[in-house]
């Protein structure tokens, strides 16, 4: 996966305009959705929240201890999204809020009726008689790294929502139609790719995944994909992208990414080693990206690795 890309921060709440300390709330009220902007400066635990409508929230600031599905607690962190139903209760920590160090999270309910809508507008317009499935959010896959993409969108909603442009709902409702169909798609991929193996003839998806992963280490060009599945290059590229939300190309440097960092493991394989095992030409090009999808290069990320073992 993708680096997590972190969302501009938002300035803090002034002191004098504080109305608590735990979970102050800021409210930027649309025609189709509610933006909720949280922020804690003290200590806090088993603190419940609950919304009436589908809410996609980011942390932005600090960090929280979640507890929600039923499910162990686990961290919820900058450059994190998580998806939760109506009326689904969660239940948060703030173990290191202070006054200097707040969290700062957004919370965006969106309209039962607007999230219904572009899923129809999905299945209408993103399904083909060889692939045809329903498209809906699974909560089932509720915790997601916003990549760059992602981060865009809601960034891009939260200037919006705050904004006194005439245009605003407008503009905003763009933007969630946008930011709906990338979670899905990111659903989509993560479960296609986890079927890949065991159903790599059940269609195109399935099987264009299965033969990425086996011929990962190999020069991949787009219009070898394409004749794979019978389709011309330009059509493939665009099929790829509506089911996936990413290029083939980019799908291929995040496994091949994936790959090398399990290279990298292994004290005796080099990093020029890993990159040529992992199907680039360029060591160079190979650091670059790494450094693009994983924040540091693969020689830091390799040091990490030996260092913990020590």
Excluded at 125 to 153: A, K, M, R
Excluded at 290 to 308: H, N, Q, S, V, W
Aim: charged share 20%.
């Amino acid at each position: 996966m993708p680096i997590k890309s972190y969302l501009t921060k938002i300035n803090l709440t002034h002191p004098k305009q504080l109305q608590t300390l735990v979970e102050n709330r800021r409210v930027f009220n649309m025609q189709n959705c509610e933006l909720n902007v949280f922020e804690t400066y003290q200590n806090a635990y088993h603190i419940p929240l609950t919304f009436n409508d589908l809410v996609i929230t980011s942390m932005v600031r600090g960090k929280k201890m979640m507890h929600l599905y039923d499910e162990p607690a686990f961290e919820y962190l900058p450059g994190e999204t998580l998806i939760v139903p109506a009326n689904k209760s969660m239940v948060i920590d703030f173990p290191e809020a202070d006054m200097q160090n707040p969290t700062q999270c957004i919370a965006l309910a969106i309209d039962a009726s607007y999230v219904k809508q572009t899923m129809n507008f999905m299945n209408s317009y993103y399904n083909t008689e060889t692939d045809n499935h329903e498209w809906t959010l699974q909560f089932s896959q509720y915790h997601f790294s916003n990549d760059n993409e992602i981060s865009d969108i809601i960034n891009k909603l939260i200037r919006v929502c705050s904004s006194g442009e005439l245009a605003k709902d407008i503009f905003a409702d763009l933007a969630m139609k946008e930011l709906l169909i990338r979670l899905v798609q990111s659903q989509y991929l993560k479960r296609i790719s986890a079927e890949k193996d065991s159903n790599n003839n059940q269609g195109k998806a399935h099987f264009i995944l299965h033969y990425i992963q086996e011929h990962l280490t190999e020069k991949i060009a787009v219009d070898a994909l394409s004749r794979q599945v019978y389709l011309s290059r330009n059509v493939f590229f665009k099929w790829f992208k509506e089911q996936f939300g990413i290029t083939p190309l980019d799908y291929i440097n995040s496994e091949r990414v994936k790959l090398a960092k399990q290279l990298l493991a292994d004290s005796s394989n080099s990093v020029s080693s890993v990159s040529m095992q992992c199907g680039f030409s360029d060591v160079n090009y190979f650091i670059r990206l790494f450094r693009k999808l994983e924040g540091i290069t693969p020689k830091a990320y390799k040091d990490c690795i030996m260092y913990t073992r020590q």
